[in-house]
C-alpha cells in the first residue's frame, strides 16, 4: 500500500508507486486495445522527421495547439483597466466563464465579467431582451462606474446590433440615460484577442471622445496592448512618466485590478485609468502605442481627431526603451532624468556581467506579434542569435517588421519568422532544427517534453509559475528581469547536465 | 437529530432576503426561487434548479460545449477530439480539467493538446464543412494511430447550418475510422448540463456496442465505471479498490478511457456510476436496452466509502463480499491514522461548498469524516433530482443557493464567515482576498486524486493546510487591526 498518513503522497509521487504501474500495466493489456508498442515507438519517431515537419507544414485547415485566444478575451481585459468598469459579453454564458478563468488562471487573481446569457430563443429572436435585462441587472448589482459591452460568437452570427440595442435598454431604464456604457463588436472569428483589446480601446475612446470639440493641449496618452505582465508594466510606465515629470495618461491601467491585496475585503473594482482622464485624454497632443499590433485602428482614431500617434513593438531592453523614452520626450518636451540613465546604466552593466552566458546561443521564440519582435531585440542585443520566431496571430506586415529587424543585425543571420503558424509547426521545427533555448508562455511546456529544448517562461499565458506577472517586462527595469528570467534558467540547465558527472558543477560562474 | 437552533434559520432566512434587495424586482423574484434554508426531514432542498441564468448577474455557470468537450469527450485519451469552430473555446478548456491518463501525447493519445478548426469569417460566410473535411483528413495524416475524431461544435456551427452529420459519414467511410458528431453548440440548454446529455447521445448512437465489443470475452465480475474523470488521478484510486475486491473493470468512463472501453460499455455486469449527474442518461440506456443494472456509489471519505464497496459487493456472490470486506480491513487502518492526524485539527469548522452536478452532495461527508460542518452547498447546473439526492447529505438550517450568483457567493461569504469554501477558479481569489480559506472542488486545485482511501488523504491533508495555514492570521496589518 503506497499511502500512509505521516508522509502523504498526492498524484506527484502516488502514480509511481508500483502498485498503480501494475494497474496501468493490467489495464493497457487488457482492456485498452491501444497501438503495440512498436508501432507507437515508430511513429514517435517519425514525428521528428523532416519528412513529417513538411507533411506537417503542408496542413491547410487544422490548427494544433495555436499561441492565440479569441477577441473578447482582448476586449475584457482592456475593460478592465478603466475606472470601475465592469466588462459585459453579449453572447452565450459559457463564454464569459472561459475569459473569466483565463485571465484568473494567469494572474491569480479575480476576474469579474457579467454575461448577457444567451441561449436559443435568443439565437432565434435576437439579444435585445438579454440585453436589456442583463444591463439592469448588472448595474443595480455591481454599481460599476462603465459597463463595456463585447460580443462573443452568437451575437456576431445572428447580427445583433449593440448600438440600438443599448439605446433601446436605456429608453427601457435598463441603465440611466447618462451612464456609460462602451461597446465593441468582437468576433471570435476574426483576428485575435489583440484585436479585441484594439476594438475595445477604440470604442471606450469613442464613448467619451464623440461628440466633443478637441481642444489640442501637449499631454500623451499611451497604451499598453494586451500584456500578460501588463501589472507590473503599467507601473513601469507610471514611474518612467512620474520621473520625467511628463503629461502622459496610461490608457487602460490594470496594475491595480490584477494585483489587488488580500487584507479582508475583496475588491471587484480597484484602480483603472479614471474615467475623467479618458474624457480629457482628447485632448492630448500625441497618442503612442507600446504595442503595434494591438492598436491599428485605436491610432487611426485618435489621428482622426488630429492627435499625433506612433507605436512601438514591445519596448524591453536597451534600444526599444531607448526610442521609446527619446520619442516621450520629444513630444512632452520633458528631458529623461538621470535616475532613468542610471537604469539605463544598469542594464547594460548587467549584461555586461553576464554575456558570456548568453552570447552565441539560439533563442527560438512564440507569442503574440509585438511580443516576439520585442524580445527578438532584445536577445540581438545580448549577442543572442533568434531562430524560430513563431507568432499564430502574426501576419504580413508583422513578418516583413521582423525580417527587416534581423538583417538589421549579424546576429540575426540564422532567424526564421514563421507567421501564423501554430505549436505543433513550432514542434517540428525544434524537431529537425533545435534550438538552445525556447522562449513563450506555458503551451511551450509540452514542446519542451517532446524535445528537450529547456523553455523560458516569458509570455501570457503563464499558468504553471506563479506571480511572475507582478514583475516587468518592458523598459530598462523589465530587460534586467527578463535577462535574470533567462540567465536562471541557463545556469539551472548547466547544473542538471553537469551535475551527472561533477566535471563543470562550478560554484561561481 | 433535533434541528438548528431557529435562531440560526431566522439569521440566514434574513439573509437571503437581504441579497435578494439588491436585485430589480423581477430578478429578485427569479432568484428567490433558488435560495433556500433546508428544512430537515424535508425530501428535497426546496429549490428550483435547471432553469435559464438571468442576464447580468454574473452567474459561475459554462456552456453545453464544455459539458461535452470539456467533460465527456475531452478524457477519452485515443480519439482526437475537435473544437470545431473559433479558437476560444477550446483555448481557453485546453489542458484544464487535469484528465490524467496515460500514454504518447500526439502519437496515440490526445488528451492534452488543442485541436481546433479555427473559424475564420469566411467559415461563418460560406460555411464551414469544407474546413471539417479537411481537417479531419488533416489529422488522420498528422495522426495516423488515432482510433477516431469526435466534433465538438461551438456556437457559429448550428447557426449557420453546417451538416455535421453529413460530413462525419462520409468522412468515417474515407478514413475507415470513427468520426462522432457533436451538437454540443454553448447556447444549447442553460448551463454545461445539456451538453453532458448531447453528449451521452453521441455515445449511445455512435459508439456504444460497436467495433471489436462484440467480441469481448466477460466475466460475471465485469463492471463498467461510469462518470470519474480521473482528475488528478481520482480513476485510479477507486480502480485500485475494485480490482482488489475482485472485480474487473472493463471500461472507465471516461478519464484514462479509450474507444474500445466505450464501446464495450453494454458488456458489464453492472454499471457503476459516480458522476450522476452527466453520465446518468447513458446508465438508463442501457438498463432500458441491455438489461444493465446501474446504481450510485460514493468514494468520497471512509464512511461513503465502505458504504458503496459493500453495496457493490451486495450485488455479486460472496467472493466479492468477502473481498470487500478484506478492501475495507486493509485500508481502514490509513483511514484511522488519517482521522487521527487531522480531526482533531479540522473538528468543529464550518465549510460552504459551489461546485457542478454531483460534488455539492458528494463531498459532503468526507468533510464530515473530518469534523467540518458544511453550512451551506449548492450546484451549478443540478436538476431537481440530485437536489433530491442531496436533502439526505445536509442537516437542517444548510442554506443551499442554485445557480448562484457572483453577487449572492460574495454576500453568504462574507456574512457568514466559514472556514473553507470549496468552489471554482473563478471563486478562489475573491474568497481569498476576504480571508477565507479556499480549495477549487472542480481542479482539486492542482492536487489531488480525492477518490478513495489514497484520495481521502490527500483530501484530508488539502484542506487542512487551506484551514490551518499560518497566513490567514496574518492578513490584517497590525496598526490596523482591532
Not at chain 1, 522562449?439 to 503563464?462: A, H, M, N, Q
Request: aromatic share 10%; hydrophobic share 35%; charged share 25%.
Amino acid at each position: 500500500m503506497p499511502q500512509t498518513a505521516l508522509k502523504i503522497k498526492d498524484h506527484i509521487d502516488l502514480f509511481n508507486d508500483p502498485e498503480y504501474l501494475e494497474i496501468f500495466k493490467r489495464k493497457r493489456e487488457q482492456f485498452e486495445d491501444m497501438p503495440d508498442a512498436e508501432e507507437v515507438a515508430k511513429q514517435a519517431d517519425y514525428i521528428n522527421t523532416m519528412e513529417y515537419r513538411e507533411k506537417n507544414f503542408a496542413r491547410e485547415a487544422l490548427v494544433i495547439n495555436p499561441a492565440k485566444a479569441c477577441q473578447p478575451v482582448g476586449a475584457a481585459y482592456c475593460a478592465a483597466g478603466f475606472e470601475g468598469t465592469l466588462a459585459f459579453t453579449h453572447g452565450s454564458l459559457g463564454c464569459a466563464a472561459y475569459f473569466r478563468s483565463h485571465l484568473s488562471r494567469h494572474f491569480k487573481e479575480p476576474s469579474a465579467m457579467v454575461c448577457s446569457a444567451m441561449t436559443e430563443d435568443a439565437a432565434v429572436f435576437g439579444g435585445l431582451n438579454n440585453m436589456v435585462e442583463g444591463l439592469a441587472n448588472a448595474y443595480a448589482l455591481y454599481k460599476p462606474k462603465m459597463i463595456a459591452v463585447h460580443t462573443s460568437c452568437i451575437a456576431e452570427v445572428i447580427g445583433d446590433d449593440l448600438n440600438s440595442f443599448i439605446i433601446q435598454s436605456r429608453d427601457k431604464g435598463s441603465i440611466p440615460t447618462d451612464f456609460p456604457v462602451a461597446y465593441a463588436h468582437t468576433p471570435s472569428f476574426v483576428g485575435s484577442h489583440i484585436v479585441g483589446y484594439d476594438n475595445m480601446m477604440k470604442s471606450i475612446l469613442s464613448n467619451f471622445w464623440e461628440g466633443k470639440d478637441r481642444k489640442a493641449g501637449n499631454g500623451v496618452n499611451i497604451i499598453g496592448g494586451f500584456d500578460g505582465y501588463g501589472v507590473a508594466n503599467a507601473r513601469e510606465i507610471k514611474d518612467i512618466i512620474a520621473a520625467m515629470g511628463a503629461d502622459a495618461t496610461l490608457l487602460s491601467d490594470v496594475s491595480d485590478i490584477y494585483d489587488t491585496p488580500a487584507d479582508g475585503s475583496y475588491r471587484m473594482y480597484d484602480g483603472g485609468t479614471p474615467l475623467e482622464a479618458v474624457t480629457k485624454a482628447l485632448d492630448a497632443k500625441a497618442t503612442i502605442s507600446l504595442q503595434e499590433w494591438c492598436s491599428g485602428k485605436t491610432l487611426d482614431f485618435a489621428k482622426d481627431k488630429g492627435q499625433e500617434v506612433a507605436s512601438f513593438n514591445y519596448p524591453m531592453g536597451l534600444g526599444a526603451t531607448d526610442d521609446f523614452l527619446m520619442k516621450l520626450s520629444a513630444l512632452t518636451g520633458k528631458a529623461i532624468p538621470e535616475s532613468i540613465a542610471k537604469d539605463r546604466g544598469r542594464l547594460v552593466d548587467a549584461i555586461e556581467d553576464s554575456l558570456s552566458w548568453i552570447h552565441g546561443k539560439s533563442f527560438s521564440i512564440y507569442g503574440d506579434p509585438d511580443f516576439v519582435y520585442g524580445m527578438t531585440r532584445f536577445i540581438l542585443e545580448l549577442g543572442g542569435e533568434p531562430a524560430h520566431l513563431l507568432s499564430t496571430n502574426g501576419g504580413n506586415d508583422w513578418e516583413e517588421k521582423m525580417k527587416a529587424l534581423l538583417a538589421s543585425s549579424p546576429f540575426g543571420a540564422s532567424g526564421q519568422v514563421w507567421k501564423g503558424k501554430d505549436l505543433w509547426h513550432m514542434r517540428s521545427l525544434l524537431a529537425t532544427e533545435p534550438s538552445d533555448y525556447l522562449i513563450g508562455s506555458s503551451y511551450g511546456k509540452y514542446l519542451e517534453k517532446d524535445t528537450g529544448v529547456p523553455l523560458i517562461r516569458i509570455g501570457f499565458p503563464i499558468f504553471d509559475r506563479h506571480h511572475h506577472h507582478r514583475f516587468p517586462t518592458m523598459f530598462y527595469k523589465g530587460g534586467l528581469r527578463v535577462l535574470v528570467t533567462i540567465l536562471d534558467k541557463i545556469f539551472d540547465t548547466i547544473d542538471e547536465k553537469t551535475k551527472v558527472t561533477g566535471i563543470s558543477y562550478d560554484l561561481t560562474r | 437529530m433535533d434541528g438548528m437552533n431557529p435562531d440560526v434559520k431566522a439569521e440566514r432566512k434574513a439573509l437571503i432576503e437581504e441579497v435578494l434587495s439588491a436585485y430589480p424586482e423581477k430578478t429578485a423574484k427569479k432568484r428567490a426561487r433558488h435560495l433556500n434554508v433546508y428544512d430537515e426531514g424535508k425530501p428535497d432542498c426546496g429549490v428550483k434548479s435547471n432553469i435559464k441564468s438571468a442576464p447580468g448577474v454574473m452567474t459561475i455557470r459554462g456552456c453545453a460545449y464544455a459539458g461535452s468537450k470539456g467533460v465527456v469527450f475531452g478524457p477519452l485519451k485515443d480519439m482526437v477530439h475537435i473544437s470545431h469552430g473559433p479558437v476560444g473555446c477550446g483555448q481557453y478548456s485546453w489542458s484544464q480539467r487535469r484528465n490524467y491518463y496515460t500514454g504518447t501525447t500526439g502519437v496515440d493519445t490526445f488528451v492534452t493538446m488543442q485541436i481546433t478548426s479555427d473559424f475564420q469569417e469566411r467559415d461563418i460566410v460560406f460555411g464551414g464543412d469544407k474546413k471539417l473535411e479537411k481537417v479531419i483528413d488533416e489529422i488522420h495524416a498528422m495522426f495516423p494511430l488515432n482510433k477516431g475524431v469526435s466534433i465538438q461544435s461551438e456556437c457559429p456551427v448550428g447557426l449557420i447550418g453546417d451538416d455535421i452529420e453529413a460530413v462525419a459519414k462520409k468522412k468515417a467511410k474515407e478514413h475507415g475510422k470513427l468520426v462522432v458528431p457533436v451538437r454540443c453548440e454553448g447556447f444549447r440548454g442553460v448551463s454545461q448540463s445539456l451538453g453532458h446529455h448531447i453528449a451521452n447521445d453521441a455515445v449511445r448512437d455512435w459508439m456504444l456496442g460497436k467495433g471489436k465489443s462484440k467480441e469481448f470475452e466477460t466475466t460475471p465480475y465485469d463492471v463498467v465505471v461510469i462518470g470519474d474523470y480521473n482528475i488528478g488521478g481520482d480513476a485510479w484510486a477507486s480502480r485500485i479498490l475494485l480490482e482488489d475486491m475482485g472485480l474487473r473493470v472493463i471500461g472507465l468512463w471516461s478519464g484514462d478511457a479509450t474507444l474500445a472501453e466505450i464501446e464495450r460499455g453494454n458488456k458489464g455486469k453492472l454499471n457503476l456510476i459516480h458522476c450522476y449527474r452527466s453520465m446518468n442518461y447513458i446508465c438508463r440506456h442501457m438498463e432500458e436496452q441491455y438489461n444493465i443494472p446501474w446504481m450510485e456509489y460514493n468514494f468520497f471519505g471512509p464512511t461513503q466509502i465502505a458504504k458503496s464497496l459493500r453495496a457493490i459487493a451486495e450485488k455479486f456472490d460472496d467472493k466479492i463480499k468477502a473481498g470487500a470486506e478484506r478492501v475495507i480491513a486493509k485500508y481502514q487502518p490509513l483511514a484511522d491514522a488519517v482521522l487521527a492526524k487531522y480531526k482533531p485539527r479540522l473538528q468543529g469548522r464550518k465549510a460552504m461548498l459551489y461546485v457542478g452536478g454531483l460534488r455539492p452532495r458528494h463531498v459532503a461527508d468526507a468533510y464530515g469524516d473530518l469534523g467540518i460542518d458544511i453550512i451551506g452547498t449548492g450546484y451549478e447546473f443540478a436538476h431537481s433530482d440530485d437536489y433530491q439526492r442531496t436533502a439526505h447529505y445536509i442537516k437542517d438550517a444548510t442554506l443551499v443557493y442554485d445557480d448562484v450568483t457572483d453577487y449572492e457567493l460574495e454576500k453568504f461569504i462574507d456574512k457568514m464567515r466559514p472556514d473553507l469554501v470549496g468552489s471554482g477558479i473563478k471563486e478562489k481569489y475573491s474568497t481569498q482576498k476576504m480571508g477565507v480559506p479556499f480549495r477549487q472542488l472542480h481542479s482539486w486545485d492542482y492536487s489531488g486524486p480525492y477518490h478513495g482511501y489514497d484520495g481521502f488523504a490527500v483530501f484530508a491533508r488539502d484542506m487542512d493546510m487551506a484551514i490551518n495555514s499560518p497566513v490567514w492570521a496574518l492578513n490584517k496589518a497590525p496598526w490596523k487591526a482591532a
